[in-house]
């Protein structure tokens, strides 16, 4: 509603009582020539008719209109005056003064007072003197205010259509068409300068909008306008949260109020604030009274929208890291700052960039969590721990870190460990590095580089870690021992300087002698040790400088038994494999005890034959 009520048009021309022709050209046309047969002619007509003399009828102009006054001579006057007489009484001289052959010709706008107007068109030349008038009328749209209406709707997420609509009140339908709407102010005061500028554009602050139709709806005896705008485009509402926001722009200009409001949408509307007068599922209506119980503001919710408070924690004060929403980037915050949103629908995801934050070359601070998921309205709080980095190495042999074995070529190990951590570390109790077959360097865990001697620690993380594990080297030399008969004992690797015992086992010892049975009857025979120790004693300790080979040596021996039935039989023991063994046999002949028989020495058998009592062989 508008006022008169609130607003009469009338009141925005007032400015025009005094003043009926505010001039807008001057135009002299050379090109006229008079009647023949006479010395002056004079014409006064109208941009509406008139024209020929004598010709009264200068047509009807609304208030506000454009009025063009014509005046012709046929020839160069001494003096032409041209003059309006209004109705009432007063006189508006636009010319006087001397005026070529041609037509005088000025244009003004219909103002006030209403009614006729005579326009005198005189002209003399010498004793010569010739008029002409015309008559026009001035007519004006009766006051009236404004019934308004604006109509939404929603078409899409992204395409509204907007109508805005006035009925006149105070003046009939037929007055306002013919006198407001064909007359003065006019169809593009009411479309382009009421309903686009005054109610539809400042409404929903639009930036561009398409105009799809206009015009008058006399079933309804309305005035309307309808625009396709981008929801975009409308400066405010809240495009991403699917919010539409508009205000009363005539109660904001004191002006009066929007009588009624009508909203459609496409899909399910939330809620709707100030609570409408009417509402179903996908549309509201707002019907206004009065001023004074008229909204300003409006708000209509086409989604679900949750409140959202994102909070960061544990990273230095100096720092500031980056939130977004679904993709959608809403800011930058320190440590203990809140960032709010309202959320279009339930379900988000946040996120937080950098998850690492570079602090210095020594600490950094990890986010536990950089992408959080929501369900709801509520408070996302990202936590960052700070984080040192770490650097454990060794020497020369592996390191066991929380479990997982490194050997030396994958070392240094560098990580960076949240801060109160804590984690298990053990150094390899040694390496070993083989120079060549005989021998070999020891590497044997002797300390950490921070003075802990104990190859195995817990580590809690307080600051940044560095750590080497130190080891003493040894060299080692290869005994080796070898023996073809028994077991030799004592070869092996042996440190610098270390004293190695060498000897036999599976061996058997008889009068001094060391040997191995083979059978009964044969056998080796310990020698001694050969190589890089020489000596015959099966027992030997030596000192350990360099790689050593040592060999024992056996001789076979083999056993030679002699027997006769008769006397007594010498020789037989155990001889070495080549050794001459002396066989013999006392006394050669033997008697009974009856003396009556008796044996003599034949000789020998078996692994020998011969006649000799004494014989000397080698074995």
Not at 113 to 129: D, E, F, M, T, Y
Not at 147 to 163: A, F, P, Q, T, W
Not at 469 to 479: E, M, P
């Given at each position: 509603m508008t006022l008169g009520r609130v607003f009469k048009i009338i009141r925005s021309y007032s400015n025009l009582r005094i003043i009926l022709l505010t001039l807008i050209s001057l135009l002299i046309l050379f090109n006229v020539h008079p009647v023949s047969g006479q010395m002056l002619q004079v014409d006064a007509w109208t941009n509406k008719g008139g024209q020929g003399t004598n010709n009264l009828n200068g047509g009807t102009y609304h208030l506000g209109e454009v009025v063009t006054i014509y005046c012709s001579v046929s020839s160069a006057v001494d003096r032409l005056v041209v003059t309006i007489y209004k109705p009432d009484g007063s006189v508006l001289t636009l010319y006087d003064g001397a005026w070529p052959r041609g037509i005088f010709q000025k244009s003004g706008i219909a103002g006030?007072?209403?009614?006729?107007?005579?326009?005198?068109?005189?002209?003399?030349?010498?004793?010569?003197?010739?008029?002409?008038?015309?008559?026009?009328?001035?007519?004006?749209?009766?006051?009236?205010?404004?019934?308004?209406?604006?109509?939404?709707?929603?078409?899409?997420?992204?395409?509204?259509?907007?109508?805005?609509?006035?009925?006149?009140?105070?003046?009939?339908?037929?007055?306002?068409?013919?006198?407001?709407?064909?007359?003065?102010?006019?169809?593009?005061?009411?479309?382009?300068?009421?309903?686009?500028?005054?109610?539809?554009?400042?409404?929903?602050?639009?930036?561009?909008?398409?105009?799809?139709?206009?015009?008058?709806?006399n079933s309804r005896q309305r005035v309307w306008l309808k625009l396709k705008v981008k929801f975009k485009d409308l400066s405010r509402s809240d495009y991403e949260l699917k919010i539409l926001r508009f205000r009363d722009p005539i109660k904001s200009a004191g002006r009066g109020f929007v009588d009624e409001i009508h909203l459609t949408s496409f899909k399910d509307i939330w809620k709707a604030n100030p609570s409408p007068s009417h509402r179903t599922d996908k549309s509201v209506d707002w019907i206004n009274r009065n001023m004074a119980s008229a909204p300003l503001d409006y708000k209509v919710y086409l989604y679900a929208i949750v409140s959202l408070r994102v909070r960061v924690e544990g990273i230095p004060p100096d720092m500031q890291v980056s939130v977004s929403i679904d993709g959608r980037d809403v800011g930058s915050i320190k440590s203990g700052e809140i960032i709010e949103e309202e959320l279009l629908g339930e379900e988000h995801m946040i996120e937080v960039k950098p998850e690492l934050i570079q602090y210095s070359n020594d600490t950094r601070y990890r986010c536990e969590r950089r992408l959080i998921h929501i369900s709801g309205p509520g408070e996302v709080i990202f936590k960052y721990r700070r984080e040192y980095k770490v650097i454990l190495s060794s020497s020369k042999a592996g390191l066991t870190i929380d479990g997982i074995h490194y050997d030396p070529s994958s070392l240094?190990?560098?990580?960076?460990?949240?801060?109160?951590?804590?984690?298990?570390?053990?150094?390899?109790?040694?390496?070993?590095?083989?120079?060549?077959?005989?021998?070999?360097?020891?590497?044997?865990?002797?300390?950490?580089?921070?003075?802990?001697?104990?190859?195995?620690?817990?580590?809690?993380?307080?600051?940044?870690?560095?750590?080497?594990?130190?080891?003493?080297?040894?060299?080692?030399?290869?005994?080796?021992?070898?023996?073809?008969?028994?077991?030799?004992?004592?070869?092996?690797?042996?440190?610098?300087?270390?004293?190695?015992?060498?000897?036999?086992?599976?061996?058997?010892?008889?009068?001094?002698?060391?040997?191995?049975?083979?059978?009964?009857?044969?056998?080796?025979?310990?020698?001694?040790?050969?190589?890089?120790?020489?000596?015959?004693?099966?027992?030997?300790?030596?000192?350990?400088?360099?790689?050593?080979?040592?060999?024992?040596?056996?001789?076979?021996?083999?056993?030679?038994?002699?027997?006769?039935?008769h006397g007594i039989a010498y020789g037989s023991g155990w001889y070495y494999d080549g050794e001459q063994a002396k066989v013999s046999i006392r006394p050669t002949t033997v008697y009974t005890a009856d003396k009556r028989t008796r044996y003599t020495f034949d000789g020998w058998t078996g692994d020998y034959s011969s006649a000799e009592r004494v014989y000397d062989r080698r074995e």
């Open positions: 006030y007072p209403l009614g006729k107007r005579r326009v005198i068109c005189q002209a003399w030349k010498g004793n010569l003197s010739m008029s002409d008038e015309v008559d026009y009328d001035v007519i004006a749209c009766p006051a009236h205010s404004f019934y308004l209406g604006v109509e939404i709707k929603v078409l899409n997420d992204e395409d509204l259509e907007l109508m805005g609509w006035l009925r006149p009140e105070d003046a009939s339908w037929d007055d306002f068409v013919n006198l407001c709407w064909n007359g003065y102010p006019g169809k593009d005061y009411y479309i382009n300068d009421y309903l686009k500028s005054r109610l539809l554009y400042p409404m929903f602050d639009i930036r561009r909008a398409t105009i799809k139709g206009s015009g008058l709806d240094p190990f560098k990580s960076w460990w949240e801060e109160g951590s804590i984690h298990k570390v053990i150094a390899d109790e040694a390496k070993t590095e083989q120079v060549s077959n005989v021998k070999r360097m020891i590497f044997q865990f002797s300390k950490w580089s921070d003075g802990y001697s104990s190859r195995v620690r817990e580590i809690q993380v307080s600051g940044p870690i560095r750590l080497s594990a130190t080891y003493n080297s040894v060299t080692q030399y290869y005994v080796n021992v070898e023996s073809k008969y028994g077991r030799a004992v004592g070869g092996g690797w042996y440190n610098e300087g270390e004293e190695a015992c060498i000897g036999l086992k599976g061996v058997e010892s008889e009068d001094g002698i060391i040997f191995v049975p083979i059978t009964k009857v044969e056998r080796v025979v310990f020698q001694g040790w050969t190589g890089d120790l020489v000596t015959s004693a099966s027992k030997k300790c030596i000192k350990v400088d360099s790689p050593k080979s040592i060999v024992a040596t056996w001789r076979k021996q083999y056993f030679l038994t002699i027997t006769s039935e």
